[in-house]
């Protein structure tokens, strides 16, 4: 039996989550695992502060060189939250040879590079499964299952937030505002949303998943970023009548060489498993040319989800000798600026003749082919209805041109929304 030494940096809800478990698991990871754990010094902003677990107070230090500096610690956990100064601290605490076990997306895709180069330089570990999808062991699978393939795409709903919004927009067509307050309320979604209803979260997870599935660096900023914020029941109930569902999906592929890593809203056939992914709940999506297709599902968020793939970190660390780090390259990946899907393209059009065959000819001018197009409802008191067309594969650039040149006097209000069939 050995006895690790481990400090905390943060306690909020994620690291009560990781005291309660240690507490609770404590006698049967030692039996399974061999190893005990003892929290040394506990970081935080107010010591004063009521807490999710009964912590005493002696192990709480408001200093973080209490914890950094301390020799005694071999692994820091932290679950502090945010860029800064959360990656600073990580980075000391590598720098002094400690291993860093995270959840922290934001700070570990912010600085990827200089926190894998500190833990290489240091022959520290930096482990970090609780970053993307909670209790989920999509990092493993990659890293530690997979190795033997080609990873061709990675596609998920990773944001929980998001995915609750749009499973209830989806079932009771209430609006994007009405069902985020709800979520406010019941305190699912923050009070400022804009880190998961715009995509940023996902994002930060996404260049992480990218980077270890494609081996090269994918940064945040290659991500391409579009939230749900502009979605209304109109497109989700268009999608309906296509037999499609919508998504926040993060995708990543790579084709010819170039990664694709984009998080966006997108319709998925209703029989795709990503489809029947609702509320709160996160899925992944792998191909790879041996392995086939797999969908890993589960809890993304939460403080014992979150909390057991943190401990499970902290075992594998406690365990392991040489840490190993992932192999990625130096050189960054190279982005595609382009990519082919089918689009979903809603306009408001004047009710005229001529207007559909203005439309189709922009399109077809940028080589964007109509797959079907429906009128949904009556013409309005202006003269105007809505159309909806989904287009054959085509490229997003050419879509955007055609709609770029689309006559405005004719056609408003045009939304666009990718369709993921693979
Ligand atoms: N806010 C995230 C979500 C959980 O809604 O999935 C933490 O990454």
């Avoid at 609770?24 to 399974?32: D, F, K, P, S, Y």
Wanted: aromatic residues 6%; hydrophobic residues 40%.
């Amino acid at each position: 039996m050995s006895t690790m030494t481990i400090g905390f940096l943060g306690c909020g809800n994620i690291g009560c989550g990781v005291y309660r478990l240690l507490k609770e698991q404590g006698e049967q990871i030692a039996r399974n695992e061999g190893e005990t754990f003892e929290i040394r010094r506990i970081l935080v902003r107010s010591k004063g502060k009521k807490r999710g677990a009964e912590i005493p107070e002696a192990l709480m230090t408001e200093n973080p060189d209490d914890v950094l500096l301390d020799p005694q610690i071999s692994i820091v956990m932290e679950f502090m939250g945010g860029e800064e100064p959360a990656a600073s601290y990580m980075l000391r605490a590598l720098e002094a040879g400690k291993t860093v076990v995270t959840a922290n997306k934001m700070a570990l895709a912010t600085h990827w590079q200089e926190l894998i180069h500190a833990a290489r330089t240091h022959a520290a570990g930096l482990y970090y499964e609780a970053s993307v999808c909670g209790a989920i062991p999509i990092i493993r699978a990659i890293n530690d299952s997979l190795q033997a393939n080609r990873i061709t795409s990675v596609t998920g709903i990773i944001n929980g937030t998001t995915n609750y919004i749009l499973s209830r927009m989806t079932r009771e067509g209430a609006s994007y505002a009405d069902v985020l307050a709800d979520a406010q309320r019941l305190g699912l979604a923050e009070p400022d949303p804009t880190a998961d209803v715009e995509g940023y979260d996902a994002a930060y997870k996404l260049s992480i998943l990218s980077t270890l599935a494609f081996h090269r660096h994918v940064p945040v900023g290659s991500v391409y970023r579009e939230g749900i914020s502009g979605i209304t029941p109109l497109d989700v109930q268009c999608g309906k009548a296509f037999g499609l569902t919508l998504k926040l999906l993060a995708i990543a592929k790579e084709v010819d060489g170039c990664v694709q890593a984009r998080v966006h809203p997108a319709f998925v056939p209703d029989d795709h498993p990503l489809a029947s992914v609702s509320d709160a709940f996160n899925a992944v999506y792998v191909s790879g040319h041996a392995c086939g297709e797999m969908m890993f599902y589960g809890r993304g968020a939460g403080d014992m989800p979150t909390a057991s793939a943190l401990v499970s970190d902290l075992i594998k660390a406690a365990k392991t000798k040489n840490h190993q780090l992932p192999a990625v390259d130096e050189l960054p990946a190279k982005m595609a600026d382009d990519w082919a899907c089918v689009h979903f393209v809603r306009m408001l059009a004047r009710d005229e003749p001529g207007v559909l065959s203005v439309v189709s000819g922009t399109f077809a001018r940028h080589g964007v082919s109509i797959a079907s197009m429906v009128q949904k409802g009556e013409t309005d008191s202006d003269g105007h209805v809505q159309l909806v067309f989904l287009t054959h594969r085509a490229s997003e650039r050419c879509v955007r041109q055609a709609l770029g040149e689309m006559d405005r006097t004719l056609v408003s209000q045009v939304n666009v929304i990718r369709v993921e069939r693979d």
